[in-house]
């Protein structure tokens, strides 16, 4: 029980620990003020008891002395006959014993016939006739037995050394006990308005520290998995310790924060020099090659004579292969080449390239181009940008899907939107969509989006990407003006 009292949270521990620190000292206070009072109770019994018995045994000695037992009797019950009885001291009765230890008379003589030895009147009677001795003259003796419901005070009756008797006084303790109740129940009220003021100011107290540490604490928790987010502003705005901890976490955060941002740069920096050293080696392969086949296709454009569909073949081709050598330039981030203006047959050209893939994946292709006049943009990378976003939307497509593009002028910009089903994209794969290699797919190779964005990037576009209802689909935004 003791180690689930330590376990709990601050949120509870804190207060709870707090109530009970308050309420522990103040019942031990008022349990000790309600004994310190029925001791003092008790003691101006004894000591009215004590000053009763002296003011009796001077009369109650001449009584005896003459043997005048009615006397004695009266002076017994005076005491009793006040009509006054809300003093501190109500004495039960009044006995007097003889020396042969018989009661010689008595304020209850039904209870304490004359004559009757006091010891044949119970046990407490009879340990008490074996203290009769220790009375003193002049020194009343207390007698108050833990078994007994009974306070007794004996004062010798005595004169010039002679003693003719005892007089027992008894008091029954519960008639201490009305005064003391009323007590009690001040000092509970006056305890129950210090806790009623003081639990509730603890508890805020408790709550106002204990919350912050929670948070705190669920914050650190989370630093082994990923940057921890900050505090809530204004939880804690104390310079203490703990603002002072509060404090240090919240710059602790924006250092992990700015170290992810370096770490992301440098592996960003890594992934590029990758990409460049692959773009180097094949630049090489791709370009000697290359070269030679434009010369064999201009060869084959000049000797092929008149025939219109060869050289529309031709023409495409000889586009296909010039977009391939830009491409290669693009992967080495050096696509400032020079490049035809975007023609509306380099956007059916693109159309005619991607169909196949479309009709080979069971995909339906919508396309939609209002362009109808030449735009003063790079007609390759354009061709680009279009085939590699249609081609990433193609393969992220299921069989039957449907893919969706629409190109157009907005304003003074080149507005390319393509959209395809698909399984949507999270947000924290979106977060790393154009870096090379970041795809997740078997066949791709994570290229294909981050060539489209340098290239929208050198041609001072935008492209967004938003994956939401079923539905993941591009803009790119590339400003544009119309040629003659």
Known sequence: MLKFLFDLSFRYKIPLWGSMLIM???????????????????????????????????????????????????????????????????????????????????????????????????????????????????????????????????TPISADGVRLGTLVLAHAKDAFRPRLYTIAQRALLATALILAILLPVNW?????????????????????????????PGIYNYRDELGRLSDAFSLMVK???????????????????????????????????????????????????????????????????MQIKETVGAMLVEAKLNSRDLAPQDIEDANTLVAGEARKKAVNLAFESTLAECLALPATLIRQILINLLLNAIQASDPGGKVGCIIGRDRNSLRIEVVNGGKPLPPERIEHLFEPFASRSESGHGLGLWVTYQITAQLRGSIQVASADGLTRFVVMIPAGATT
């Open 24 to 154: 522990a000292p103040a019942f031990a206070v008022s349990a000790l003020f309600i004994a310190g009072t029925y001791a003092d109770v008790k003691h101006d019994a004894i000591m009215t008891s004590e000053s009763l018995a002296r003011t009796l045994s001077g009369p109650l000695f001449e009584a005896m002395l003459h043997d005048d037992v009615w006397r004695a009797f009266q002076i017994l019950r005076s005491p009793l006959q006040v009509s006054d009885r809300q003093d501190r001291v109500a004495v039960e009765s009044l006995t007097i014993l003889n020396e042969k230890k018989q009661v010689y008379v008595s304020s209850a003589p039904n209870r304490f016939p004359m004559l009757v030895d006091y010891a044949s009147l119970g046990n407490e009677y009879r340990a008490l006739t074996l203290r009769l001795d220790e009375a003193n003259e002049g020194e009343p003796l207390v007698v108050d037995m833990p078994e007994s419901g009974l306070i007794f005070v004996m």
């Open 204 to 232: 805020y107290w408790g709550q106002r520290t204990a919350v912050p540490l929670m948070q705190l604490a669920d914050r650190i928790g989370q630093v082994a998995h990923r940057v921890p987010e900050e505090l809530q």
């Open 255 to 321: 250092e992990l924060r700015h170290k992810a941002v370096l770490e992301r740069e440098v592996i960003q920096s890594e992934r590029l020099a990758a990409i460049g050293k692959l773009s180097a080696g094949i630049a090489h392969e791709i370009n000697n090659p290359l070269a030679g086949m434009l010369v064999a296709l201009d060869n084959f454009k000049h000797h092929s004579g008149n025939d219109e569909r060869l050289l529309r073949t031709a023409s495409m081709l000889e586009r296909g292969l």
